[in-house]
């Protein structure tokens, strides 16, 4: 009875593996060169060479993934996503309107409100328009520049870098407005305002910190600085004249 079950939680595990396995191959913009590179790496079979027992391997693997993309659906996600070795325009800014789950857009779209809403009374609909788009194009070409060299890098989506640039934006244009925000712990809650250059300082820095670490749980944080970035400088260059009408009507600012 033991052995019954331990063969069919072994299996089950396999079945799992094997599963991310095909999926992790489906994201990369070169299967074999994944297989080699990443999942092979040097791996031998007993009386072959290293260089026979990739080769077979590659070839094994990559007939089990033809049987697989025969009977799963591809996502369409993967068609509006955003490789970074493709440098497509189109799919630069269908990506960052594209979302991995339901999480990852709320939380997107609630900081953006936060912010966008306010940039969009500032610049008028068709600046901001420009800017949304600039933002899109900005961070993935961003992040296809600093991918050069890297054998798979990881397709994106998300708007967190148009997020960002709204961020940045906001900081430039109304650095000391207060950001209402809340601490809470079990039943205690306490709301207070933090000026709009603090909170903007203290996300691009967690964004920069994370860039240092090995393990960033797949976020793109190229997308979140770049965004920053592009938005913050893109007033400090082009947007000065605006500045100083809104410090006209409200000299607090």
């Known amino acids: ?101 339901w999480t990852h857009l709320i939380g997107n779209l609630f900081f953006f409100f936060a912010f966008a809403a306010a940039v969009e009374i500032i610049l008028g609909w068709w600046k901001y328009l420009l800017l949304i788009l600039g933002l899109a194009i900005g961070t993935h070409l961003a992040y296809s520049l600093t991918s050069l060299g890297v054998a798979a890098p990881a397709p994106t989506v998300g708007l967190s870098g148009v997020v960002m640039g709204m961020m940045g934006m906001f900081a430039w244009f109304l650095p000391k407005h207060g950001i209402r925000c809340f601490f809470w712990f079990l039943v205690f809650f306490k709301r207070f305002a933090i000026p709009a250059w603090v909170l903007f300082a203290w996300y691009l820095g967690l964004d920069i910190y994370a860039l240092t670490r090995a393990d960033n749980s797949g976020v793109n944080l190229v997308a979140h600085v770049s965004g920053a970035l592009i938005g913050y400088l893109s007033g400090a260059l082009f947007l000065r004249s605006r500045k100083r009408e809104i410090r006209r009507l409200n000299p607090e600012i």
């Open 1 to 101: 009875m033991y052995q019954i079950v331990i063969s069919k939680t072994l299996n089950r595990r396999a079945e799992e593996v094997c599963e991310r396995l095909m999926f992790s191959i489906r994201k990369a913009p070169d299967p074999e060169l994944y297989l080699r590179d990443r999942v092979i790496r040097g791996t031998r079979i007993a009386g072959y060479s290293a260089e026979q027992s990739t080769a077979l391997m590659t070839r094994v693997i990559l007939t089990e993934y033809k049987r697989f993309q025969g009977v799963t659906p591809e996502y369409l996600m993967e068609k509006l996503w955003y490789r970074p070795a493709s440098y497509d325009v189109l799919r630069m800014v269908s990506a960052a309107f594209s979302h991995g789950s």
